[in-house]
């Protein structure tokens, strides 16, 4: 009744007996037929020769691990012409041959191998219950059925690293059906040609800008159309505007600093010039001076926001510097919370620990570790050596002391300033992109002739191409006529992804799913278990 109730692929045994033990439910099972089909002639026997007991782990029972002890008959086969006198009985329906997990455990210990890979899989089983070791988990994966996929038509590729930067394979995708459908351990001209051989279905490619894809593409499907991903376009057209800031990187630099100061009008070089010099000479005074108050570099790096090895330069300077490039450090983790730390260390507050906590409680999670050497430095800067002792009050911080500092303009952020959808740009940014275009009379022609090529790319008005490459050759900037000059070399492609409606975004995504699977196991997975794990049948196909 139990086991036809609960259990209902146990219906064709006979529950000899069971017993708890050491935590395990143990089961004593027989078959209930008293014939045997005979696994080389199909006839079927009822001549029991003798029996033995085979042990194999079934599912959990309310979280328990449960094992089946199955007593198992051998039979005689009588059938003159099989070769074969004595066979044992098989399962089919319970136990794989040879098995020692039932199909059910098999399943669900896939299963979880698939989802969270071999070690976490292995965690993950024992406390659900499920007998399986790490090795187990990585043999079903191993053995997991890839998932069926019908000739592709319009295909994405792209590359996947899967030692980063050294080694490299290819992920291939259905873009009509948004599938994985191959995982290549190489990036290479060859296996992309012969994995097209291979599925003469395909009409359309998406590749990224990469020669060798061309060349495999080309060699495989010469049939097929070539497309370059749209996002590829963007991608390096922005790295040729940053080439371009980069030239220009300190008028940015100051720019940056200025409008933020003020919201005087587009400032000229010289201005842009004279307020970076001043800074450096503020800075190098600010620094010999706080020197001069024996505090620690660390300390007055943390005071003047700049780098430790940039107060050890300045330390090191005998008079104020010249010309020369400026350096930023990004916001020490702890700026954010400085105010409120500042303000109880002045009510009095010297416990780092219960300030930490306090943070934390208030929903912030700065480390632990962070909060203590702010603590420290305070500590260290009002003389207060112990923590029970008040800061006398003369060394109390002002609270509103400001700290922030403007984030530089970077060639990446100006680039993306002119990348930018004009209707989506912040305020702010608005502003700044108005001081940009001001700073140097090539700066509007060279955002026109980027906002169209966006355009280009996000409306796929393909039709614009021939004018936009002529106004670029005859007109733009060095590095823009460099990034036209690469385009030329793979027009056809680079006019298709213009102009068709296909894009490498699914793949892109996938190549995500993948390092995200990749990084599970702590980049130690190798390419075929990777491969398993992104192209098996999802739960629930036939296995
Ligand atoms: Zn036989």
């Given at each position: 009744m139990f086991v036809r109730k609960f259990?209902?692929?146990?219906?064709?045994?006979?529950?000899l007996g069971y017993a708890w033990r050491d935590g395990v439910w143990h089961l004593d099972l027989k078959a209930r037929r008293c014939s045997a089909v005979c696994p080389c002639c199909r006839h079927r026997s009822t001549a029991v020769h003798s029996s033995y007991r085979r042990t194999l782990a079934d599912g959990p029972i309310a979280g328990s691990r449960v094992l089946i002890h199955l007593q198992v008959r051998r039979f005689f086969c009588r059938h003159a012409a099989c070769s074969r006198r004595i066979f044992a009985e098989q399962f089919p329906t319970l136990v794989p041959v040879r098995g020692r997990h039932s199909l059910a455990v098999c399943s669900a210990l896939r299963q979880v191998g698939l989802a969270v890979g071999g070690r976490a899989g292995a965690r993950l089983a024992q406390a659900l219950g499920l007998p399986g070791s790490y090795r187990t988990i990585v043999r079903f994966v191993h053995r997991a059925p890839f998932a069926s996929f019908a000739d592709p038509r319009v295909i994405g590729l792209d590359e996947w690293a899967w030692r980063r930067g050294r080694r490299f394979g290819t992920m291939i995708c259905d873009l009509e059906r948004h599938q994985v459908i191959d995982l290549l351990a190489v990036r290479s001209a060859p296996s992309v040609a012969q994995w097209l051989q291979a599925h003469p279905s395909v009409e359309i490619v998406c590749r990224d800008r990469s020669r060798l894809y061309a060349e495999g593409i080309r060699h495989g499907a010469p049939q097929a159309v070539q497309i370059v991903d749209r996002f590829h376009l963007v991608q390096n057209l922005g790295e040729a505007l940053e080439r371009f800031f980069l030239r220009d990187r300190r008028e940015l630099n100051t720019l940056g600093t200025l409008l933020h100061q003020s919201s005087e009008p587009t400032p000229t070089p010289a201005m842009i010039s004279q307020a970076r010099h001043d800074r450096w000479v503020h800075l190098y005074h600010q620094i010999q001076q706080l020197h001069a108050q024996r505090l620690g570099t660390a300390a007055i790096a943390r005071r003047v926001q700049v780098s430790r090895p940039t107060v050890y330069r300045y330390l090191a300077m005998a008079q104020p510097p010249e010309r020369q490039r400026s350096r930023h450090r990004g916001q020490p983790l702890v700026a954010p919370f400085t105010p409120y730390l500042r303000q109880r260390w002045n009510a009095g507050c010297r416990n780092a620990q219960q300030l930490w906590r306090e943070l934390v409680a208030q929903g912030h999670s700065p480390s632990r570790r962070t909060v203590e050497r702010y603590v420290g430095q305070l500590r260290r800067e009002t003389g207060t050596?112990?923590?029970f002792r008040q800061a006398p009050p003369a060394l109390l911080y002002a609270e509103d002391q400001d700290e922030s500092r403007p984030a530089p303009l970077t060639a990446l952020r100006a680039a993306r300033l002119f990348l930018a959808k004009p209707e989506e740009q912040r305020p702010t940014d608005q502003a700044l992109l108005t001081h940009l275009l001001h700073l140097d009379p090539v700066m509007t022609p060279t955002y026109h002739q980027v906002q169209a090529f966006c355009r280009m790319t996000r409306e796929r008005r393909g039709d614009e191409w021939d004018a936009w490459v002529t106004e670029v050759q005859q007109t733009g900037v060095k590095e823009l006529r460099g990034f036209v000059q690469g385009l030329l070399k793979d027009e056809a492609a680079v006019r298709a992804g213009l102009s068709l409606v296909w894009s490498n975004g699914p793949t892109e995504g996938f190549i995500h799913r993948l390092k995200l699977l990749k990084r599970q196991a702590y980049g130690r997975a190798g390419v075929d278990f990777l491969r398993h794990r992104i192209l098996a049948a999802p739960a629930g196909a036939a296995a």
């Open positions: 259990l209902p692929h146990l219906i064709p045994f006979r529950l050596r112990f923590k």
